[in-house]
């Protein structure tokens, strides 16, 4: 069967007999006292390919999360996208017990979230704003300058959970339309940061790299001084296991992967979300513009029960894809550089057939 549920988006597995030997997974110490070997050079090299001064490595952004907004001032008020991915909010909610305000404000809209924080300024809370720095649902980057400028009128803080686009993104070669082109996933795949050319002291980046570099590891992103702070507050670094030997060394690893051949990935990863869009093009919109590796198909005949029914059919004829939406299900499917050629041709013929099928039965032509 062929799987398009994956969201290793550059084909980066790192088996065992790839990467540096190690003596034991841990050594039974929290990261508070002691960190896995290398662990702090492999975080700032990571903090700097993302365009940011310093780094630490978490267990996952379910840790990063959990700590993150509680060593911030008790007294702020988060404004949450509406978009967001649940684990930042968990943290936020987290927050929000201990006295912190939040606020939702409509997805990616920077002028919106100027408008919350201009009525709420003067309150004595400080602003923070969380956001996920890319959104495959409607297929396009964070505003991410537009947002930092309505968060720095007020001495804010930029939250960016760039765990979608970590290792797919970096420094676009022009400027670009929002929607993502051939020529837009940029080089280097340092994220969201890089590809938008927004820096400065007040954005903390955090992302997993178990999506685009394969690592199940989360890195925290930012200020040197900020970088400090969450080391000395952290509970997760005293009470929890840190990353383990084996996931510090898939890190590196992904780091010299992209390093030597991540652009030639990336490359080739647009050329395979290009191809199958073109291959289904006639039969079945795509929901939103461009060719991030994870695609979900728009039209009616892939909402709602509709797409329960075409999931079941694709997985008869031997190809995965994702099933989600709760209420109205959608079909997704992820692309990684790990596929070829024949294997995207089969997944759209697969679905252009299914798709006509369906139409034949809905219009009586077939029994």
């Known amino acids: 069967m062929l799987d398009f549920t ?13 990467l540096k030997p190690w003596p034991a997974l841990s050594s039974g110490r929290p990261a508070a006292l002691a960190q896995a070997a290398d662990a702090n050079t492999v975080a700032v090299d990571l903090a700097r390919l993302a365009g940011c001064e310093a780094g630490l490595l978490l267990p ?28 930042a909010r968990w943290g936020v909610e987290r927050a929000r017990a201990r006295g912190a305000e939040l606020r939702s404000f ?52 930029l939250v960016i959970d760039d765990t979608q686009a970590f290792g797919i993104l970096g420094e676009r070669r022009h400027v670009a ?15 969201i940061l890089r590809h938008s050319g927004a820096s400065g002291p007040d954005i903390l980046l955090a992302a997993s790299l178990a999506k685009g570099f ?19 507050s952290s509970l997760t670094r ?42 289904v093009a006639d039969t079945c919109a795509i929901a939103h513009g461009g060719i991030f590796p994870m695609l979900t198909l728009g039209c ?13 059919q694709l997985a ?17 499917f992820l692309f990684t550089a790990a596929h070829d050629e024949s294997a995207v041709d089969s997944a759209a013929n697969a679905l252009n057939l299914c798709l006509s099928g369906g139409r034949r039965r809905r219009s009586g032509g077939l029994s």
Not at 6 to 18: C, K, T
């Open 106 to 157: 409509r997805h990616y809209d920077a002028d919106a979230l100027a408008q919350m924080l201009a009525r709420e300024s003067g309150m004595g809370f400080r602003p923070v704003a969380v956001v996920d720095g890319y959104c495959p649902g409607c297929g396009v980057p964070a505003p991410v300058k537009d947002l930092l400028a309505a968060v720095r009128r007020y001495d804010g803080l």
């Open 238 to 279: 005293v009470h929890c296991s840190p990353p383990s030997v084996a996931v510090v060394r898939a890190a590196e690893r992904s780091l010299e992967v992209n390093a030597r051949r991540g652009d030639a990935l990336r490359r080739r990863l647009a050329r395979l979300v290009k191809r199958f869009r073109e291959r």
């Open 300 to 312: 009616e005949a892939a909402r709602g029960e509709n797409a329960v029914t075409l999931h079941r």
């Open 316 to 332: 008869q004829s031997g190809i995965r894809c994702v099933l989600h939406g709760g209420r109205e299900p959608r079909l997704s």
């Open 177 to 191: 339309a929002p929607h993502l082109h051939a020529a837009d996933y940029g080089s280097g795949g340092g994220g």
């Open 214 to 232: 394969g690592a199940p590891v989360a890195l925290l992103a930012g200020p040197a001084s900020r970088m400090a702070r969450f080391s000395r």
């Open 60 to 87: 996952s952004t379910l840790h990063l999360f959990f700590d993150l907004f509680a060593t911030l001032p008790a007294r702020s008020t988060y404004f949450v996208d509406a978009g967001s991915y649940p684990v």
């Open 6 to 18: 994956s969201a290793l988006y550059l084909g980066l597995r790192h088996p065992s007999a790839a």
